[in-house]
């Protein structure tokens, strides 16, 4: 395995290789990454090229947010891709990704100011053009994402699709710990206390999936209230609870078909997200 920093470096060792599969990730390593290269290794086969990057990219995070306390594993990282087989980890410096302040961006439809945009702002502005830049670097044949970051997987298929990229988008189901907790790097930051009771975001989407499975033209908006209330009473400030469509992001309405459960909620000084798709 190769550890590359400059973007011509990675470009001459990738020379000849057609058959690439990337995945972009901030580091702080988990087995829900690792499922991630697995995944792609199986897109490419045992010829082509597994590649991840480890960036955390400051255009994503606001004033308030935790850009400087944010996880840095770096040996670890590499030592657990090493492991899972990963061909080469790009790691650039922030000077090599950004020589210059970023004065274009990629600008994501509306869904970018709803869900977790309406409380990050800016936020997915920050993800599409740190990805497109990473893809234009990179020029993947596949990409894979993990679908714990359910509204980014929308907004990224998106703007493949749209800007006509060409790239293949692969997204991993998300990687749960026994209790039900979806793995994140964030997960580092909870106290004993909070961990033990973290498990309840999921327990709250399984049983408002259950009751939109068993109750398609139910009032969602009660059901997204009462879910938000559930958790408060537990300690939660929760951003949202949403049933929305999985195609769009549009808010569903009851009979609609296809549809994701979207929670975030802070716990204690830690923000949490997760989804379920409503299945069955």
């Not at 692969?170 to 909870?190: C, M, P, W």
């Not at 908006?221 to 195609?247: F, K, M, N």
């Amino acid at each position: 395995m190769r550890v590359i920093e400059s973007i011509s470096e990675l470009r001459a060792a990738m020379r000849g290789h057609d058959r690439r599969g990337f995945v972009p990730t901030m580091g702080n390593l988990h087995d829900g990454h690792i499922d991630l290269t697995r995944i792609a290794r199986r897109e490419v086969g045992p010829d082509g090229l597994v590649i991840m990057s480890i960036f955390v990219n400051r255009l994503q995070f606001g004033p308030r947010e935790d850009f400087d306390r944010y996880p840095r594993t770096f040996e670890q990282d590499c030592d657990k891709c090493r492991a899972a087989g990963v061909d080469i980890v790009f790691a650039p410096p922030e000077s090599e990704l950004y020589p210059v302040p970023q004065g274009y961006m990629v600008e994501p439809p509306a869904i970018q100011h709803e869900l977790d945009g309406a409380v990050r702002p800016g936020h997915f502005r920050g993800v599409a053009t740190v990805v497109l830049k990473l893809f234009n670097i990179v020029q993947p044949s596949v990409a894979v994402f993990g679908k714990k970051d359910y509204q980014q997987c929308r907004v990224l298929d998106g703007m493949v699709q749209q800007l006509n990229l060409g790239i293949k988008m692969v997204f991993g189901e998300t990687v749960r710990a026994q209790d039900g907790l979806a793995l994140s790097s964030r997960n580092g930051y909870l106290s004993e206390a909070e961990r033990a009771e973290a498990p309840a975001l999921y327990r709250e989407l399984v049983s408002v999936a259950a009751f939109v499975r068993e109750a398609p033209n139910a009032d969602f908006r009660v059901l997204e209230r009462d879910a938000e209330t559930r958790l408060r009473q537990r300690g939660w400030l929760p951003d949202y609870v949403a049933i929305r469509r999985r195609q769009d992001l549009a808010v569903a309405q009851p009979g609609d078909q296809g549809l994701v459960v979207l929670a975030a909620a802070r716990l204690g000084s830690t923000r949490l997200i997760d989804n379920l798709e409503v299945t069955g």
